[in-house]
C-alpha cells in the first residue's frame, strides 16, 4: 500500500504588515504572486517553482518576536483519514474537521514543536454530504 502523501505544502506566515511582506516575497525572494484576496480577511499567495506556496495572512496586533513565527498548511486527499491516524497517535486536534467558510473542509492541529498545521482539502472534494459552504476555495 502506497503511504498517504500531501499534495500540496503552503507556508502560512501571519503579517501585520501585508504590503511589506509582498514585496519581500514577492520582489525579494522572486515567488510568483498567484493571488491576493481581501473579501474575507486579507492575504497573498506565492508559489516557488517546485510547487512549494507562502500564504501571507494579515492579522491585527501580530507581534514581532525573535522565535520565527510560522504555520504549515497541508491540502491532502483524505481528511479524514489523517485526523484519524493522528488521533490514534495520541495528537489532539483543535476541532475535529469541518467545512470553514472559504470552501475547506479540514482541522488544525500542533505538530510536536507547537507548529500550527492545518490540514485541509476543498469541500467538494470531501467525501459524505458535507457539501459546500458557498465559499469560493483559495488554493
Known amino acids: 500500500m502506497r503511504p498517504l502523501r500531501p499534495n500540496l505544502a503552503v507556508f502560512v506566515v501571519p503579517t501585520s504588515k501585508l504590503a511589506e511582506s509582498l514585496?519581500?516575497?514577492?520582489?525579494?525572494?522572486?515567488?510568483e504572486l498567484l493571488e491576493e484576496w481581501s473579501d474575507m480577511g486579507r492575504g497573498a499567495l506565492l508559489a516557488a517553482?517546485?510547487?512549494?506556496?507562502?500564504?501571507?495572512?494579515?492579522?491585527e496586533g501580530v507581534v514581532d518576536t525573535p522565535e520565527p513565527r510560522v504555520a504549515l498548511g497541508l491540502q491532502v486527499t483524505?481528511?479524514?483519514?489523517?485526523?484519524?491516524?493522528?488521533?490514534?497517535?495520541?495528537?489532539?486536534?483543535?476541532?475535529p474537521p469541518r467545512v470553514r467558510p472559504w470552501g475547506m473542509y479540514g482541522?488544525?492541529?500542533?505538530?510536536?514543536n507547537g507548529v500550527p498545521v492545518n490540514v485541509y482539502e476543498p469541500a467538494t472534494?470531501?467525501?459524505?454530504?458535507?457539501?459546500?459552504?458557498?465559499?469560493?476555495?483559495?488554493r
Open 125 to 138: 472534494d470531501a467525501t459524505g454530504d458535507r457539501g459546500s459552504t458557498g465559499g469560493a476555495s483559495r
Open 49 to 59: 517553482s517546485t510547487g512549494a506556496r507562502v500564504e501571507l495572512v494579515e492579522q
Open 23 to 31: 514585496a519581500f516575497y514577492r520582489d525579494g525572494v522572486g515567488l
Open 107 to 112: 482541522f488544525g492541529v500542533l505538530d510536536p
Open 78 to 95: 483524505g481528511v479524514d483519514l489523517v485526523y484519524g491516524r493522528l488521533t490514534a497517535m495520541g495528537i489532539p486536534a483543535k476541532a
